[in-house]
């Protein structure tokens, strides 16, 4: 493992914490999610970071095992590309 890829994946395990983190004091439920805008943006900023790393640990290393890497891009990619249909 190179020194890039464990950088991307502290990254993921930051991207992780951040997510769990907004839950402590809060329900996680769909309902939250959506009601909140500022819950709901930093849950997606999270998760594009989580998506990027995992894509460009996949550049550097197509064999790397990441399971549902492919969803997990497909997400990122979503938010990103198609923020407007992103459970608005």
Known sequence: MTEKQLKFLYDIKLAIDDIES???T???T???YTKNSLLKR???RNLEIIGEAINR???DDPSFPIENAKKI???RNQIIHGYDSVFR
């Open 22 to 24: 907004y839950f402590e």
């Open 26 to 28: 809060e329900t996680r």
């Open 30 to 32: 769909f309902d939250n």
């Open 42 to 44: 930093a849950i997606e």
């Open 57 to 59: 640990i996949l550049k």
């Open 73 to 75: 891009i497909g997400l």
